[in-house]
């Protein structure tokens, strides 16, 4: 056992069950059902995943039904306007609806990303041209296009865990990794910025004393990033995140 899981055997754990995240998830579960995404989840990077396809999903619909309620209210001018002009005119409406909605921009195509869970151009027609989603060929390829959790991290990378999408909040970063903070938990997940790969979780309060911050874990993660776990434990038994207990029996290790 190596020194992170130790540290991490000596704290209090918190069910990942009754997190915040699984909350939203499981509040929503026939929602997702009809979105044909049944919670047949393995561990919790999936729920981290399946969070954010479940508000772009949310944000789908209000798109969806943003353009109903534009038909059905406007039905007798639309009926002797062009399609450019319905165009025009329906986006400047959405534009107001869209303020609110999560998104964030795509590096590579400059797009707005409202739906994660689908590609960029999807994306366009969604937010930008959505007559375009009533033409036969594009509902058929939304009706097939298979998604998991692990859709949009696919699509996007890691960017979607520092969006609105997620409830994650990043504490870490350099040119290998990136850390993400789960407060319900006192838990910070570490993965490899190229794939995405899960390294390590560290937990960085037993409970005792106070609860660890964003702030705490964004002034730790470094300590532990850079191997140097006898700083980062001095500075949680200063923090009061840890007893003087564990921390002397973690220093003995080292």
């Given at each position: 056992m190596g020194f992170i899981e130790r540290m991490n055997a000596g704290m209090k754990k918190y069910s990942f069950n009754k997190t915040g995240i699984v909350n939203h998830i499981k509040k929503h579960e026939q929602f997702l059902l009809l979105n044909d995404q049944p919670l047949r989840l393995k561990n919790?990077?999936?729920?981290f995943g399946l969070?954010?396809?479940?508000?772009?999903l949310i944000n789908r619909k209000i798109i969806d039904d943003s353009f109903q309620m534009f038909t059905y209210d406007n039905k007798d001018m639309t009926q002797v306007m062009n399609y450019n002009e319905i165009k025009t005119y329906y986006n400047g409406l959405?534009?107001?609806v869209l303020k609110e909605l999560p998104h964030f921009t795509d590096d590579e195509s400059g797009e707005e990303i409202y739906i994660p869970c689908y590609e960029a151009f999807i994306n366009k027609y969604f937010t930008k041209d959505y007559q375009l989603m009533q033409l036969k060929q594009h509902r058929e390829y939304i009706k097939n296009f298979?998604?998991?959790?692990?859709?949009?991290?696919?699509l996007y990378g890691y960017k979607v865990f520092k969006s609105?999408?997620?409830?994650?909040i990043p504490v870490f970063e350099d040119d290998r990794h990136i850390d993400f903070f789960v407060e319900?938990?006192?838990?910070?997940?570490?993965f490899l910025k190229e794939d995405f790969t899960y390294?390590?979780?560290f937990i960085l309060s037993d409970h005792k004393k106070r609860h660890c911050t964003p702030e705490d874990a964004e002034l730790l993660m470094p300590l532990f990033e850079d191997y140097k776990y006898e700083w980062a434990i001095n500075m949680m038994l200063?923090?009061?995140?840890?007893?003087?207990?564990?921390?002397?029996?973690?220093?003995?290790l080292l």
């Open positions: 919790e990077y999936d729920y969070e954010v396809v479940l508000n772009g959405i534009s107001e298979k998604i998991t959790p692990h859709t949009p991290i696919e609105d999408f997620s409830s994650l319900d938990m006192q838990k910070v997940y570490s390294i390590n979780s200063q923090q009061n995140l840890i007893s003087e207990w564990h921390a002397k029996k973690l220093k003995r």
